[in-house]
């Protein structure tokens, strides 16, 4: 029973982002903003608030256990950005192979897609080193806590800044379908916007709590900890939204939403989240934490320098799906 409430929540998690998907292309369009504002910022955001849920409903009301609910909320917070570094990246990139060809061009615009990269390394980098600082000196782990949301603070001034030149540039969001709920004869307004997009957060956030709901006992039938289920299962529903958003828009040819709608939320959960665990967790050198840290900075890094490189190839991305691979074979080894 707990497998088909999970995978009934799977399929709330897909409707979910069809709608905010749609409603979100009609906001970006209505404010004037860049494709790499409604992707990396809006996007990420909105589709981020699942897996943002899911270790703070786990750390302030989850099971009656608390090393299960600590467990449950460093293995969201760490499988987010692994999975959206490797696995999503690796799946949107495959959506448009048959297409595009192995040697096909991935055309995101570079400078906000560099950007984001750039603070997501850098402020992972500093959840690595949080690792190694012990619990007694809880003044510094709180600090880098802070920092790090200062981080993802700075990086929300700048892209919003650099919207205007990018739009001038063509970069502008420009829905290409009419709206959900104005399909059945409501006016495109920004209430109505508003009203689908929160419907269809409702829905991610219903989703992420169903999975809460079934993952202890999930774990025990399957016999792994519930940090290892949440590292690897987790992240698979409460990524869904980025994975199929990026899917949708980079199959219609709209490489910086794609790119942006996960890098933007590698962002978010690479510098909000290890705060959270950090300041309200253990946040322990364990070798399945170590190893999805670096797998994690590994596969940024390496987009990073493809982007530098000059340009990003469909079959440059399959070096982010094997090293997904390679952490499921050391994690469960």
């Not at 995101?108 to 560099?114: A, D, F, N, Y």
Request: hydrophobic content about 55%.
């Amino acid at each position: 029973m707990v497998f088909l409430q999970l995978l009934l929540m799977l399929i709330v998690i897909l409707i979910a982002a069809e709608l905010f998907t749609n409603a979100l292309e009609h906001l970006g369009e209505k404010l004037g903003f860049s494709e790499g504002v409604t992707g990396s910022i809006f996007a990420a955001v909105g589709t981020a608030l699942p897996e943002t849920s899911v270790p703070l409903l786990a750390l302030f009301a989850g099971t009656q256990n608390i090393q299960t609910n600590e467990e449950i909320g460093v293995g969201a917070i760490l499988g987010a950005p692994l999975m959206l570094a490797t696995l999503s990246i690796f799946l949107m990139a495959l959506s448009v192979w048959k297409s595009r060809g192995t040697h096909g061009g991935l055309r995101p615009e570079r400078t906000g897609l560099t950007r984001d990269l750039n603070f997501f390394i850098a402020a992972f980098t500093f959840a690595a080193i949080a690792l190694y600082i012990p619990h007694e000196l809880s003044f510094v782990r709180y600090g880098i806590g802070i920092g790090m949301v200062l981080i993802y603070v700075v990086y929300v001034v700048v892209t919003i800044r650099a919207s205007k030149g990018l739009v001038e540039e063509g970069h502008a969001t420009e829905a290409q379908s009419a709206m959900f709920l104005c399909k059945i004869g409501l006016p495109n307004n920004m209430l109505i916007i508003s009203v689908q997009l929160t419907l269809g957060v409702a829905l991610l956030l219903l989703g992420a709590k169903g999975f809460i709901n079934g993952i202890e006992e999930a774990s025990s039938i399957i016999g792994i900890s519930a940090l290892m289920l949440s590292l690897l299962i987790i992240p698979i529903a409460t990524e869904l939204p980025e994975k199929v958003n990026s899917i949708l828009w980079i199959r219609k040819g709209k490489d910086t939403l794609a790119f942006g709608n996960i890098t933007g939320a590698m962002v978010f959960q690479g510098t909000l989240l290890p705060a959270i665990g950090i300041m309200l967790t253990s946040w322990q050198p364990r070798t399945e934490v170590i190893s999805g840290i670096l797998i994690t900075l590994v596969a940024a890094i390496w987009l990073r320098f493809l982007v530098g490189k000059g340009g990003i190839k469909v079959w440059h991305i399959a070096v982010n799906g094997a090293l997904y691979v390679t952490y499921l074979f050391i994690a469960l080894s």
